[in-house]
């Protein structure tokens, strides 16, 4: 029969099972047996090494966790903001429009420029007399006649200078140009409503404080001259020159001044002139077309992102909803997140880690329980034997009853402090294995290493014990990722409970190999085996079955149950099976421990 290592210091396992005490008799008293071999409930679960946790009283956190019951939570706020501004970007630059703008200007004034040629070629051909004295001047009253006539048709502003830069004609003066030419405001597109033309009115008051403000302000005197525009004195010199400006009220004036001449003479500068609102409608039609897009493309962003902030928030509320309730309801009712795992997102996956932590928190809460109940059952045990036979030794005269007696108390002493050392061992082994890093490891080097030393004990200290070989099945590297003083642990058990079950000069044999992505240890002995029934029993906690002839009480039965629980830190896992002859009859058990490789 199989018994289960002690938890630390690699011997065999062994009777740490309810006292059994039929062997222990004295002419005083006897100790009743009790149960044998009793499987035990699993142990507590295990951190896995690299996870950190970080434990502490959740009392203050608890109900903060409100239901957000306003209609725009701050993730949906978020989500507004950045699609809006992102939005906001590209359409205030279409706003502005300043290249357009000043491509409308442009082609203005190359048309202001087409029209000023007609007319100058027409006042050099029709508006030059001859004096008296031979010489040619510029006619005024042919002049007027002319620049009526061309002027009223096409609404703009004529003005004449002479060559000495005397204003001759202004079209805004005679009667003719007066009746046909009316300054009025535009009359709002009918695009336009209510809600757009204040918008673009603000627009065009931005314009003018942010915008190009190096234009130069036009400014009209009562009695203008030649020098008052420097595009009538470069005409005066034979030069063409364009010039844009910009009212008070920051509304544009085109203007285009040429000379009027005849056969390469110079007799005079003309000046044509008009105001920029068709470029301003044109500016304000695009801008209200935009706005428009602009409210469309708004009200599309608001519907998408408060359709996808609620997909993402709702799910979320509920989840945290639900953790809240599961905070609140420990120790009373059990309360479950909602299962989302089919929506196949972030939050599916949230939704099942959540779901896999509160599960893993409840069988971490019953194995607490089953581990304060084991604790108390195995104290209690050697706590009743120990109370039985203090009570019993004031009674008894006999010295050798008595001897007997004493020997009893100091075993269940011994017991005692044996328990309790691996009881500590273990329930500090989650937090250890949680803080502890993971670091490579050589995992054929270390099992060499326990071979070598197991060989010189047995050799030189207790002949007779069994011998220990290390073997190397395929090629390395056999490199795992753990806490070597933890495998050290692990192999030691497997190695002190070989040695517990082999015979006298047996063999225990440590192999190694690489299956795939595993490590595969493996500690075989020649001992009777374990029972079938007993292969997953035997890493329960304080389970113990004890070798023919070894003394009561030896072990603590926590030994194989911690190495299961240290595999299990180490993403590894650890079983047992039986080694069978040809007719199938056992020759010795085999623990396998199978690890990741690094």
């Known amino acids: 029969m199989r018994d289960q290592t002690d938890a630390g210091d690699g011997e065999a396992g062994g009777g740490d099972a309810p006292a059994e005490r039929d062997d222990r008799k004295t002419g005083a008293s006897k100790r009743g047996p009790s149960g044998k071999g009793k499987q035990k409930p699993s142990g507590l679960g295990t951190q896995h090494l690299d996870h950190r946790t970080h434990g502490g009283a959740h009392g203050g956190t608890r109900g903060r966790h409100r239901e957000r019951a306003r209609f725009l939570s701050p993730l949906t706020r978020r989500i507004l903001m950045v699609n809006i501004i992102a939005l906001l970007i590209p359409i205030g630059g279409l706003l502005y429009l300043g290249p357009y703008r000043d491509n409308l200007i442009r082609a203005e004034m190359e048309a202001l420029r087409a029209q000023g040629e007609i007319f100058a070629g027409a006042l050099g051909e029709g508006a030059i007399a001859i004096t008296t004295a031979g010489q040619e001047v510029l ?175 709702r799910p979320l509320n509920k989840l945290a909803a639900a953790a809240d309730r599961v905070t609140r309801s420990v120790g009373r009712q059990e309360e479950e997140i909602p299962d989302m795992t089919d929506r196949a997102d972030e939050i599916g996956d949230l939704s099942g880690v959540l779901r896999e932590m509160t599960q893993a928190l409840r069988l ?69 294995l949680s803080r502890t890093e993971a670091e490579p490891l050589d995992l054929a080097g270390l099992l060499a290493t326990l071979a070598g ?47 517990t079950f082999s015979p006298k000069d047996g063999r225990i044999d440590l192999k190694i190999r690489r299956d795939g992505e595993f490590i595969e240890a ?63 009859k056992p020759r010795g058990a085999r623990f396998i421990v199978r690890l990741p490789a690094a």
């Open 139 to 313: 006619s005024p009253a042919s002049a007027r006649h002319i620049i009526r006539r061309l002027s009223g048709p096409s609404g703009l502003r004529a003005r004449l200078f002479l060559q000495d830069g005397e204003l001759a004609i202004d079209s805004r003066r005679l009667g003719a140009a007066r009746s046909s030419v009316q300054v009025e405001e535009l009359a709002p597109p009918e695009t336009m409503d209510d809600v757009i033309n204040p918008i673009l009115d603000m627009l065009d008051r931005l314009t003018m404080v942010f915008g190009d403000n190096l234009m130069e302000r036009y400014v009209e005197d009562d009695t203008p001259a030649a020098e008052d525009y420097p595009e009538v004195a470069r005409a005066l010199q034979g030069d063409i020159m364009g010039v844009v400006r910009e009212t008070e009220h920051g509304h544009l004036v085109l203007s285009v001044a040429l000379p009027v001449q005849r056969y390469y003479k110079v007799f005079g500068s003309l000046m044509l002139s008009k105001t920029g609102k068709e470029i301003e409608a044109a500016l304000r039609n695009v801008r209200a077309t935009i706005l428009m897009v602009f409210a469309g493309a708004l009200l599309i962003t608001v519907a998408l992102s408060i359709y996808l902030a609620g997909a993402i928030a």
């Open 364 to 432: 971490r809460l019953v194995a607490i329980e089953r581990f304060a109940a084991d604790v108390s059952h195995e104290i209690k045990n050697p706590l009743t034997s120990l109370r039985s036979a203090v009570e019993t030794v004031s009674r008894v005269s006999d010295e050798e009853q008595r001897r007997q007696l004493l020997e009893i108390i100091n075993d269940d002493v011994e017991r005692l402090d044996r328990l309790i050392s691996d009881i500590s061992d273990a329930s500090r082994l989650d937090a250890e």
């Open 453 to 499: 030393m197991y060989g010189v004990v047995g050799t030189e200290d207790a002949p007779g014990r069994p011998r220990v070989s290390m073997e190397a099945h395929g090629e390395g590297p056999f490199q795992v990722m753990g806490n070597e003083d933890r495998l050290v642990q692990v192999f030691r058990n497997l190695i002190g409970n070989a040695m």
């Open 522 to 584: 493996a500690v075989e002995d020649e001992g009777p085996g374990i029972p079938p029934n007993k292969l997953e029993a035997i890493f329960d906690r304080f389970y113990t079955e004890r070798p023919e002839g070894e003394k009561f009480g030896a072990h603590s039965g926590l030994g194989l149950s911690i190495s299961k629980q240290i595999m299990e830190a180490h993403a590894g896992e650890i079983r047992a099976e039986n080694r069978m002859t040809h007719d199938g």
